[in-house]
C-alpha cells in the first residue's frame, strides 16, 4: 500500500515537472528565434535589402513580441 501511494505520488510529481520545464524550454526557443529574426532584420537593413521605413516597422513588431512574452513568463 505504502509504495502504490508513494508511486502514485512520484508519477504526479515526474509529469508536473516535465510540463513546467516544457512550458520553459518553449519560451527559450521562442525568445531565441525572435533574437536570431531581429539580427536578420538588421543585417537586411544595414545591407539595404530592406528599406529603413519596413525593418523599423518588423524591429518594432518583433519588439512587441518579446515583450508579450515576457509579459506571459511573469504571469
Known sequence: ???ALTM???SI???AGISILRG???RVRRLRRLERA???VSEAMA???LATAAGEAILQHLD???RACARWREG
Open 13 to 15: 510529481a515526474l509529469v
Open 1 to 3: 500500500m505504502n509504495t
Open 8 to 10: 502514485a505520488a512520484v
Open 64 to 66: 512587441g513580441l518579446r
Open 38 to 40: 531581429e539580427n536578420r
Open 24 to 26: 520553459f524550454v518553449r
Open 47 to 49: 545591407d539595404g535589402r
